[in-house]
């Protein structure tokens, strides 16, 4: 081997060697950020598993911070805490004088919760409804409530579960209908 050939070699070996050396910096870049990312959701999900045992016994909705009344039929607290995390935590231990501070003295009623108006919806149709569809419907009957697409499909699948309402799968898109009370109904 030459002096020329090995010098090339070289050269190519410290190219490459380089290349991977800048590679593994980027990926461990990458592997850092997601990890980070990582930490953040579980110290979320933490959160969130905190203030779903903090309030999982309560069965008096008058005794639940104002906006989880709202969103009481959500995933359990799921995602309803992850959006207000931090306004949450201070009601907890003072949760009755909280919602009389909030509801105020003068007995304004309590807002409908968003499963109810949700099933009411559904009962003025008898064919299947996509949860885009129920939520532009409630947007427009209730410009007052602003729920997220997100709020609205974990409120169905609350119902879904509680038997309300039925779940139909078609290909990719679920829809719901009403559960009939009645034994008229039957079974979709």
């Known amino acids: 081997m030459t002096s020329q050939s090995a010098a090339a070699l070289r050269s190519r070996y410290v190219e490459q060697a380089a290349s991977d050396l800048e590679e593994n910096r980027r990926l461990q870049q990458e592997l850092l950020e997601r990890l980070s990312m990582?930490?953040?959701?579980?110290?979320?999900?933490?959160?969130?598993?905190?203030?779903?045992?903090r309030y999982e016994g309560f069965t008096d909705a008058s005794r639940l911070p104002e906006q989880l009344q709202?969103?009481?039929?959500?995933?359990?607290?799921?995602?309803?805490?992850?959006?207000?995390?931090?306004?949450?935590?201070?009601?907890?231990?003072?949760?009755?004088?909280?919602?009389?501070?909030?509801?105020?003295?003068e007995g304004k009623p309590r807002p409908v919760l968003l499963g109810d108006l949700l099933t009411k919806l559904l009962g003025a149709y008898d064919e299947p409804r996509?949860?885009?569809?129920?939520?532009d419907e409630l947007l427009t009957k209730y410009p007052d409530r602003n729920p997220t697409p997100q709020v609205v499909r974990n409120t169905l699948?609350?119902?879904?579960?509680?038997?309300?309402i039925r779940r139909h799968k078609q290909q990719r898109s679920v829809m719901y209908t009403l559960v009939k009370q009645d034994g008229a109904g039957g079974s979709d």
């Open 38 to 53: 990582l930490k953040q959701e579980e110290a979320l999900l933490g959160d969130i598993i905190s203030l779903a045992e």
């Open 157 to 164: 699948e609350s119902l879904v579960a509680k038997g309300r």
């Open 130 to 135: 996509l949860a885009k569809e129920l939520r």
């Open 70 to 105: 709202d969103e009481r039929g959500a995933a359990k607290p799921k995602r309803a805490a992850a959006g207000a995390g931090s306004r949450r935590t201070a009601p907890a231990k003072s949760s009755s004088a909280g919602s009389r501070a909030k509801g105020g003295a």
